[in-house]
């Protein structure tokens, strides 16, 4: 196998400065943890699993000493299972419907239990969990390196299906790699996940742009199917006065700088104004608190009730310092003689509209848009028959992941907007079945 990713990654990347806020479990704890699931019948916490991970069969599994087969029982319904275990927004999703929560008790603890059975399974790659079957002669294609991609490559490649991610950037993993919060999933752990998937027979190409160095006509001669992970552009701007220039950043943006690039920020962000309401704006809020920030402000042009950030995210920020400034919306950044940031004006917005006359200047030295994403309808267009909906996405069939081209298909935030890593897990791993189930059919006549 190729040298691993992770030999591209800076050792002083801002990120290292956050703490795992979920640490490993040990053996001990797991097992404890494990001997409280009730094991429902019903198991309403695979119901509320979008990948439909069997929960309470891979915790038996631990309770019992089989950490390999509860890996095995993950895996078979969600490949990126340990990055899931850890991004997951476990509190409204496994854990938020574990039976206990009704009881107003504590959960069962299903992430760290999940990350637990996965990251110990997987730790050694030179024992391999998998053996792919032989190859078919069947060839696929990935664009974008993201989780939908892995999850479809690597159920392909396990049947023997030859499979091949295509990245533009140096490093693969995709949000796993560049936008979670560190506190949640350093880069370096996402990029071993990726190491797991390539271990299966999955190949990576990294610094391969389609539309520049490959175009969607050779992709479709050359592989029997194509599969778009291309997941979202550049962060939206304000388009307000004083925008343009130093000091005013995309949230993706920085938080793929402090995650990856050289030197740390911690202790040198001064005042931090936040623009949004989403988990990304939480997310950048509370990274630049425990980094030292000297304020961190959020500003929001609705109320509490309308930001699409989860509630337990934001009290979390709240804990860490994080202040809310509600039913305010930006109309100018304010800059000094020296072209710095100086504040953000903001306006009191009435049904997300600013009023005249109520303008008054947060203080700041640094503005970060977390307001969306543009859609990469460039790649997709490359595709005849893929067609883009009113908002930009790709439509594709929600259940096998086919778009208007019955040889491509397409999975994760470039599909649905924005969800959860495990969403697009489950759009590749259908895609993946799909596809194996029909070259299975077509095989057998």
């Not at 490093?171 to 996940?193: F, I």
């Not at 495990?422 to 079945?433: P, S, Y």
Request: net charge neutral.
């Amino acid at each position: 196998m190729p040298p691993t990713f992770l030999s591209l990654l800076a050792a002083d990347r801002a990120e290292t400065a956050l703490a795992d806020k979920k640490p490993l479990m040990t053996i001990g704890e797991a097992r404890l943890e494990g001997e409280r699931c009730l094991y429902c019948a019903d198991a309403p916490c695979t119901k509320a699993c979008p990948t439909s991970i069997d929960v309470p069969g891979f915790i038996k599994r631990i309770a019992s000493g089989n950490v390999r087969g509860s890996a095995r029982t993950i895996f078979e319904q969600n490949i990126l299972g340990y990055s899931c275990s850890r991004v997951c927004p476990v509190e409204v999703l496994c854990e938020g419907a574990c039976v206990y929560t009704a009881w107003v008790d504590k959960p069962i603890e299903i992430g760290r239990l999940q990350r637990f059975a996965t990251e110990t399974a997987t730790k050694d790659l030179h024992e391999p969990m998998y053996v792919a079957k032989a190859p078919t002669g069947k060839r696929v294609a990935c664009v974008g390196a993201g989780p939908a991609s892995l999850a479809f490559a690597a159920y392909l490649a396990m049947e023997g299906h030859h499979a091949t991610i295509l990245e533009k950037r140096a490093l693969p993993g995709g949000l796993n790699a560049t936008g979670v919060a560190p506190y949640k999933l350093h880069a370096a752990d996402a990029l071993r996940e990726v190491e797991w998937v390539r271990s299966l027979g999955v190949e990576i190409k990294t610094g391969v742009e389609v539309g520049r160095e490959l175009s969607g006509a050779q992709l479709l001669a050359e592989y029997d199917a194509v599969f778009l992970g291309l997941g979202l552009g550049d962060d939206t701007r304000l388009k307000i006065p004083g925008e343009d220039g130093p000091g005013v950043v995309g949230a993706t943006a920085w938080i793929e700088g402090m995650k990856l690039a050289a030197g740390t920020k911690e202790g040198q962000l001064g005042r931090v104004v936040v623009v949004g309401g989403g988990n990304t704006a939480i997310d950048v809020a509370r990274e630049c608190a425990q980094l030292g920030a000297d304020e961190v402000t959020m500003v929001y042009r609705r109320g509490a009730v309308e930001m699409t950030g989860y509630e337990h995210e934001m009290t979390g920020a709240r804990k860490d310092g994080v202040r809310l400034l509600l039913h305010v919306q930006p109309v100018a950044v304010v800059r000094g003689a020296d072209g710095a940031v100086k504040a953000l004006r903001v306006a009191r917005a009435e049904n997300g509209t600013p009023v005249a006359g109520t303008e008054h200047d947060v203080p700041c030295d640094l503005i970060a848009l977390a307001i969306g994403q543009s859609k990469l309808r460039s790649v997709a267009q490359q595709f005849p028959g893929v067609t883009l909906d009113a908002r930009g996405c790709v439509v594709a069939d929600a259940a096998i992941g086919m778009t208007g081209n019955p040889k491509v298909f397409s999975g994760g935030d470039c599909v649905n907007g924005g969800k959860e890593v495990v969403n697009a897990v489950a759009d590749g791993r259908n895609a993946a079945r799909h596809l194996i189930a029909t070259w299975e059919q077509a095989a057998h006549g």
